[in-house]
Nanobody, 123 residues
Framework: VQLQASGGGLVQPGGSLRLSCVVP????????MAWFRQTPGKEREYVAG????????SHADAVKGRFTISRDNAKNEVSLRMNGLKPEDTAVYYC?????????????????WGQGTLVTVSS
């Protein structure tokens, strides 16, 4: 399973970005999808996750109310809409996929990872 993430870039504080992750092939609608992020010297942390049919999603407290995860199974795509960006949101963002049941926050739950896309929030 290959994950192709895109959409990162430089944005000013308070701005918005939309990250996208495409999973080519026919397995996407069976996968739990999530976004994680990582800054230098820190562990990769959970940002948001969504079930295969979108009936459940969760967001980390640090991004709740500002970020929204969604998916389009017809397009094999999961996205992360990020509003009200703050400098502390600066990180490399990774999409991840799991063939196991349930949306979990642990890295070990996800066996497939994208290459990462850099988000920089700075004036």
């Amino acid at each position: 399973v290959q994950l192709q993430a895109s959409g990162g870039g430089l944005v000013q504080p308070g701005g918005s970005l939309r990250l996208s992750c495409v999973v080519p092939g026919g397995t996407f609608n069976m996968l739990v999808m999530a976004w994680f992020r990582q800054t230098p010297g820190k562990e990769r942390e959970y940002v948001a996750g969504i079930s295969w049919n979108s009936d459940y999603s969760s967001h980390a407290d640090a991004v709740k109310g500002r970020f929204t995860i969604s998916r389009d199974n017809a397009k094999n795509e999961v996205s992360l809409r990020m509003n009200g960006l703050k400098p502390e949101d600066t990180a490399v963002y990774y999409c991840a996929a799991s063939s196991s049941v349930g949306v979990r926050r642990e890295l070990s739950h996800y066996e497939y990872w994208g290459q990462g896309t850099l988000v920089t929030v700075s004036s």
